[in-house]
């Protein structure tokens, strides 16, 4: 049976939650081992040198599925408005999950195939109109693991943004809590919904739940005198969520939240790809190393 640590936004309601039994693919290398749920798509558990990386968390209203492990986001990261969007002659109303709105794809909730060692898939289902498939592939050495999001269109035009959103946790059970040290070039000014505009500025200071355009590859998370974590990707953006007390999401995308309705989205043609590629690169750090 598989174990899931969901962490709340209290430390002292941590507790140890009992999934349904479920196969899952799992990756080892010298002292690093994680698992990849077909339930979501989801890298749900990744330690490094017998620490856990991931957590999650409990939010009132918001849905289980986006709370917990790494998991990717397609055909659309992040929120649409209300969850609507206009494509061509065609009005699209997807699931509002959240607030009134669609959130962060719609593979989070749905059972993908496993195609072989490291290697997953699924298919749209009916709430995308536009059809499609999504696969995934993973792979782990001692000081990394990398995943790949490919999003590969049906037999019509669609738009599309890519992501991936991981639960970080703040304290490691080992040296000191995470420290962010980010490269950020932009903040997306957002709108009363907390949506963006599509109006660049300042970053300004945290705490976020925001949206930035980023001009270099990584992103860095450090537990002084435990571990350095680099999360490499060439995504434009990155959305920064961490505003809890004991997690942390830093998430790469194609695309900032409701991109569908901003300017012109990205599209794929007929039987066309797109990927996503996400590497966490980490090094153990000796006390003295903080």
């Keep these: 049976m598989a174990v899931c640590y969901l962490i709340s ?30 339930q979501g798509g989801r890298i749900s558990s990744l330690n490094v040198g017998g620490l856990e990386l991931l957590g999650g968390a409990r939010l009132a209203g918001v ?8 998991f990717p986001m397609a055909p659309y990261a992040g929120r649409v408005r209300d969850g609507t969007f206009r494509f061509g002659a065609s009005n699209v109303q997807l699931p509002r999950q959240l607030a009134g709105h669609a959130i962060h794809g719609l593979l ?11 290697r997953i898939s699924a298919q749209l289902d009916e709430r995308w109109p536009f059809g499609g ?9 001692r000081d990394s693991l990398t995943a790949c999001l490919s999003l590969t269109a049906g037999t019509e035009p669609m738009p599309y943004s890519l992501g991936y959103h991981p639960w970080f946790r703040r304290s490691l059970g080992w040296g000191g809590d995470v420290e962010l040290r980010l490269n950020l070039e932009a903040h997306y000014a957002t709108d009363v919904a907390g949506l963006p505009t599509g109006r660049l500025q300042s970053p300004g200071v945290g705490p976020w739940d925001d949206c930035f355009a980023v ?20 995504a434009p953006n990155v959305v920064v969520f961490d505003k809890l007390a004991d997690v942390v999401c ?19 043609q007929p039987h066309q790809s ?3 590629n996400m590497r966490l690169a980490w090094q153990l750090l000796a006390p003295e190393s903080a």
Excluded: R, Y
């Excluded at 002292?12 to 990849?36: C, F, M, R, T, Y």
């Excluded at 989070?108 to 490291?118: L, P, Q, T």
């Excluded at 001009?215 to 060439?234: C, F, K, N, R, Y």
């Design 274 to 276: 797109a990927t996503l």
């Design 133 to 141: 498939s999504v696969q995934q592939t993973f792979s782990l050495t």
């Design 108 to 118: 989070w909730d749905v059972g993908w195939e496993v195609d072989g060692e490291g």
């Design 250 to 268: 830093v998430e790469p995308q194609s695309a900032p939240p409701d991109a569908l309705n901003l300017d012109e989205p990205a599209v794929l």
């Design 9 to 38: 936004d209290n430390l002292q309601d941590w507790e140890e939650i009992l999934l349904k039994p479920e196969p899952l693919v799992s990756l080892s290398a010298p002292g690093v081992n994680a698992l990849v749920s077909p």
């Design 63 to 70: 849905p289980a599925g986006i709370l917990s492990g790494c």
């Design 215 to 234: 001009s270099t590859p990584e992103q860095v998370l450090h537990w002084p005198g435990a571990m350095t974590l680099a999360i490499q990707s060439a």
